[in-house]
């Protein structure tokens, strides 16, 4: 069956850095696009960014954009989201989730979370 | 960019059945998706296309978009049900995800 399992969050200081991973397993991680979601404390689901299938889409919120970056290692089924310049409000636990064939609809798995607590 | 309004609340006692709507313009033309995310847990899709089940979601999860008005309907309520759901759209002219803001059910 579909699993997906983050590793990688963690306590940070403002500024700093971390690098979040996602192992999937159980389907063929090349045929769909990949996402990461946040929700932070008392708040909603954010989405984050997302790599398409074939690798040359890549999206990011504008709350991320230019600090936070996406991507994949296909031999390792692994997608990783690599975070700069952390704030205190990208405290929050992340998400990795499966979509379809491509950047569309639904995502339809979500792996179990990892926190990132960005505090000094 | 696009934004998808719920509720923050519904409260519905045992047996009940429970409805979450979901505001957006021109959401008619859209398909709305949505998750459960109950307490520790990750989300979990329910719906998708509006009103398919994916496999494995009772048949009391059901879901409606008539009107411009998505909604999520949860028949015969259970205590389980509590938690925390979503809706979801594609935003085409972002060309990513959008959520909604995210409803509590409370179970009485």
């Known amino acids: 069956q579909v699993q997906l399992v983050e590793s990688g969050g963690g306590l940070v200081k403002p500024g700093g850095s971390l690098r979040l991973s996602c192992a999937a397993s159980g389907f063929t991680f090349s045929d769909h696009y990949m996402s990461w979601i946040r929700r932070a404390p008392g708040k909603g689901l954010e989405w984050v960014s997302y790599v398409s299938s074939s690798g040359y889409t890549i999206k990011y919120a504008k709350s991320v954009k230019g600090r936070f970056t996406i991507s994949r290692d296909i031999a390792k089924s692994t997608l990783y989201l690599q975070m700069n310049s952390l704030r205190a409000d990208d405290t929050a636990v992340y998400y990795c989730?499966?979509?379809?064939?491509?950047?569309?609809?639904?995502?339809?798995?979500w792996g179990q979370g990892t926190l990132v607590t960005v505090s000094s | 960019s696009y934004v998808l309004t719920q509720p923050p609340s519904v409260s519905v006692a045992p047996g009940k059945t429970a409805s979450i709507t979901c505001g957006g313009n021109?959401?008619?033309?859209?398909?709305v998706h949505w998750y459960q995310q109950r307490p520790g847990q990750a989300p979990l899709l329910v719906i998708y296309?509006?009103?398919d089940r994916p496999s494995g979601i009772p048949e009391r999860f059901s879901g409606s978009n008539s009107g411009n008005t998505p909604t999520l309907t949860i028949s015969r309520v259970e205590a389980g049900d509590e938690a925390d759901y979503y809706c979801?759209?594609?935003?085409?002219?972002?060309?990513?995800?959008?959520f909604g803001e995210g409803t509590k059910l409370t179970v009485l």
């Open positions: 296309y509006d009103g």
């Open positions: 021109n959401l008619g033309s859209k398909s």
């Open positions: 979801q759209v594609w935003d085409d002219s972002s060309d990513h995800p959008v």
């Open positions: 989730a499966r979509g379809l064939e491509r950047p569309t609809g639904w995502l339809d798995s």
